[in-house]
Nanobody, 116 residues
Framework: QVQVVESGGGLVQPGGSLRLSCVAS???????MGWYRQAPGKQRELVATITSGGSTVYADSVRDRFAISRDDAKNTVYLQMNGLKPEDTAVYYC???????????WGQGTQVNVSS
């Protein structure tokens, strides 16, 4: 079992940047790591995922603005968010999905607010 804890959320003005971090309690080598978000009144949606080999997937809405990365030696995954927009406001969740089966671990989430 893996526990993941997010950090780095906060209030930022439109056009600003934030970097989210997600630290796991155990090795993440055999996990696809991802960031998801949920805005008020909306379903949770994929933001980005990354495999241990570095393959990434992004939502179209963030593709040219956000960058996901991971440091397996530190059991940590990051989400660099640039050019933030008000519509990026949401709770951002870290996800660890075991590559051998559909077993998912979620963090508690970190709030990101984009507002002037």
């Amino acid at each position: 079992q893996v526990q993941v804890v997010e950090s780095g959320g906060g209030l930022v003005q439109p056009g600003g940047s934030l970097r989210l971090s997600c630290v796991a309690s155990a090795t993440i080598f055999h996990y696809v790591m991802g960031w998801y978000r949920q805005a008020p009144g909306k379903q949770r949606e994929l933001v980005a995922t990354i495999t241990s080999g570095g393959s990434t997937v992004y939502a179209d809405s963030v593709r040219d603005r956000f960058a996901i990365s991971r440091d397996d030696a530190k059991n940590t995954v990051y989400l660099q968010m640039n050019g933030l927009k008000p519509e990026d406001t949401a709770v951002y969740y870290c996800n660890a999905r075991w590559v051998y089966a559909q077993i998912n671990y979620w963090g508690q989430g970190t709030q990101v607010n984009v507002s002037s």
